[in-house]
T-cell receptor, first 114, second 116 residues
Framework: KNQVEQSPQSLIILEGKNCTLQCNYTVSPFSNLRWYKQDTGRGPVSLTIMTFSENTKSNGRYTATLDADTKQSSLHITASQLSDSASYICVVSAPYSSASKIIFGSGTRLSIRP | GAGVSQSPSNKVTEKGKDVELRCDPI?????LYWYRQSLGQGLEFLIY????????KSGLPSDRFSAERTGGSVSTLTIQRTQQEDSAVYLC??????????????FGDGTRLSIL
């Protein structure tokens, strides 16, 4: 059973519009939740990291939210730019466990159209 | 360069051959991870090195896969007797401390491995 589910699988929006990507997880307890951006042909780059006690974290036009009660996170992108076209990956870690317990979602592929 | 460096960036080889993939982590990072990413799939954990501790090899898919980390720095992932299903992008990441810390993993751009 996939412990980190992301939706939608893909999304196309016009440049300048806002969008929200979703991440639902079943990992419990968990240590932190991370969002990464992965450009085509490149490695993932960290956007935000949130612990269970945090419910929002911003990085420029990217804002992540976390609801530990419902086990949901979202990544909101404001005033999208063409360079935002990428895959966005949600990653959940369990505390005091092996590295194999870092669970990656399959990502949302975002395309920004001019 | 200040980032994680992986080589080669692309590797094409025939089925049955052995391949070695190299990762140079960020200097001073004690934790190093190898992942595999198949087309359209999420990252699959392979192996984790933390300082001088025994590596966590629980993600290696078969005994054809092995990895070493020499001197706490450079790591090599070796795949013996390659199979077509080994075709994927192999990503390496490092972080300043172990995976329980709230530090991001810094990824290289990966090695794209194609088995003919």
């Amino acid at each position: 059973k996939n412990q980190v589910e992301q939706s939608p699988q893909s999304l196309i929006i016009l440049e300048g519009k806002n969008c929200t990507l979703q991440c639902n997880y079943t990992v419990s307890p968990f240590s932190n939740l991370r969002w990464y951006k992965q450009d085509t042909g490149r490695g993932p780059v960290s956007l935000t990291i949130m612990t269970f006690s945090e419910n929002t974290k911003s990085n420029g036009r990217y804002t992540a939210t976390l609801d530990a009660d419902t086990k949901q996170s979202s990544l909101h992108i404001t005033a999208s730019q063409l360079s935002d076209s990428a895959s966005y990956i949600c990653v959940v870690s369990a505390p005091y466990s092996s590295a194999s317990k870092i669970i990656f979602g399959s990502g949302t592929r975002l395309s920004i159209r001019p | 360069g200040a980032g994680v460096s992986q080589s080669p960036s692309n590797k094409v080889t025939e089925k049955g051959k052995d391949v070695e993939l190299r990762c140079d982590p960020i200097s001073g990072h004690t934790a190093l991870y190898w992942y595999r990413q198949s087309l359209g799939q999420g990252l699959e954990f392979l192996i984790y090195f933390q300082g001088n501790s025994a590596p966590d090899k629980s993600g290696l898919p078969s005994d054809r896969f092995s990895a070493e980390r020499t001197g706490g720095s450079v790591s090599t992932l070796t795949i013996q007797r390659t199979q077509q299903e080994d075709s994927a992008v192999y990503l390496c990441a490092s972080s300043p401390r172990g995976q329980d810390s709230n530090q991001p993993q810094h990824f290289g751009d990966g090695t794209r491995l194609s088995i003919l």
